[in-house]
């Protein structure tokens, strides 16, 4: 069966720091792959999504990037944070059908 | 990406029908329905799928009108552990099926 990972669960950090949000999945290949973010008391918005290998699409300008090394990997990074980058950070795959698997998200607080 | 509206929210007794109808004037030939379910600090979870007339799945059923500018998630016998925020999207293959989450119906369920 399919699984997703992401770490940390959790994770604080000081404005102007680096971040680097990782995400795999295990028991499919070739997947699509995507970012979302939830801000406090508002719905998901998606960052990022993938088709393959090195291929990205962003859908918010942002000080965010994303990256996708290997088949099942997916990265999250920016060179610093601003306070506004705290949320819930998502990340979810897609196989052959529609429907799209969410992993179990990372709560990152910017400080 | 077709946008949706739906109501902010609803409130229903244990085992009563829940009916949730979300509008996309703007849906495109090759888009499809689909709903999800979101509890507090998870991630969304897939509830079902369609393209015009009706589905039903083991979770829920879901209605489409010829037009396809309408659709209405149709949720039996409520218990206190589906109170969730219920999304409905629409579904393009041209952006990779990437999903554009609006605030979703905020479903509270009460004895």
């Known amino acids: 069966s399919q699984t997703i990972h992401q770490w940390p669960a959790t994770l604080v950090q000081p404005v102007g720091s680096p971040l680097s949000l990782e995400c795999t999945v295990e028991?499919?290949?070739?997947?699509?792959l995507y970012w979302y973010r939830q801000a406090a008391g508002r719905g998901l918005q998606l960052l990022f999504y993938s088709v393959g290998i090195g291929q990205i699409s962003s859908e918010v300008p942002q000080n965010l990037s994303a990256s996708r090394p290997q088949d099942r990997q997916f990265i999250l990074s920016s060179k610093k944070l601003l306070l506004s980058d705290s949320g819930f950070y998502l990340c979810?795959?897609?196989?052959?059908?529609?429907?799209?698997?969410f992993g179990p998200g990372t709560r990152l607080t910017v400080l | 990406l077709a946008k949706t509206t739906q109501p902010i929210s609803m409130d229903s007794y244990e085992g009563q029908e829940v009916n949730i109808t979300c509008s996309h004037n703007?849906?495109?030939?090759?888009?499809?329905i689909t709903w999800y379910q979101q509890f507090p600090s998870q991630g969304p979870r897939f509830i079902i799928q369609?393209?015009?007339t009706k589905v039903t799945n083991e979770v829920a059923s879901l209605f489409i009108p010829a037009d396809r500018k309408s659709s209405t998630l149709s949720l039996p016998r409520v218990s206190l552990s589906d109170t969730a925020v219920y999304y409905c999207?629409?579904?393009?293959?041209?952006?990779?099926?990437?999903?554009?989450f609006g605030k979703g119906t905020s479903l509270l369920v009460t004895p």
């Open positions: 979810a795959w897609r196989g052959t059908r529609i429907e799209q698997f």
């Open positions: 999207l629409v579904v393009a293959s041209n952006s990779g099926y990437a999903l554009n």
């Open positions: 369609g393209y015009k």
């Open positions: 703007n849906i495109a030939t090759n888009d499809y």
């Open positions: 028991g499919t290949s070739n997947p699509n």
